[in-house]
Nanobody, 127 residues
Framework: QVQVMESGGGLVQAGGSLRLSCTVS????????MGWFRQAPGKQREGVSC????????YYADSVKGRFTISRDHAKNTLYLQMNSLQYEDTAMYYCATRSYGDCSGSWGKGADFGYWGQGTQVTVSS
């Protein structure tokens, strides 16, 4: 059974930091790209970041470039998202997802070819 589970969300003041984690079990972790997505109330889901299977390439939405860092630990089957300088606009439910292949080509930001998703972890930034 495939399980994708996010953790690390919470309430933080603007300017603060959080680190999200995502553990994956039930399928190979180290041969596929991984992504972070978010959805705020009343808004469409958006791609936040994507990392290739070896972790050599990372991609970010313009809104988070320079503030967020995606990384992965194959020994722990875990994906991370370090979020610094958080802004009120970052408030959303954050989701982790696994891609069916190893790169972040194409429409990763639209969730294309991401087959397994977690339940999400809430990030709330107070202004």
């Amino acid at each position: 059974q495939v399980q994708v589970m996010e953790s690390g969300g919470g309430l933080v003041q603007a300017g603060g930091s959080l680190r999200l984690s995502c553990t994956v079990s039930g399928l190979p972790f180290d041969d596929r790209a991984m992504g972070w997505f978010r959805q705020a109330p009343g808004k469409q889901r958006e791609g936040v970041s994507c990392i290739t299977w070896k972790g050599y390439e990372t991609y970010y939405a313009d809104s988070v470039k320079g503030r967020f860092t995606i990384s992965r630990d194959h020994a722990k089957n875990t994906l991370y998202l370090q979020m610094n300088s958080l802004q009120y606009e970052d408030t959303a439910m954050y989701y982790c997802a696994t891609r069916s292949y190893g790169d972040c080509s194409g429409s990763w930001g639209k969730g294309a070819d991401f087959g397994y998703w977690g339940q999400g972890t809430q990030v709330t930034v107070s202004s």
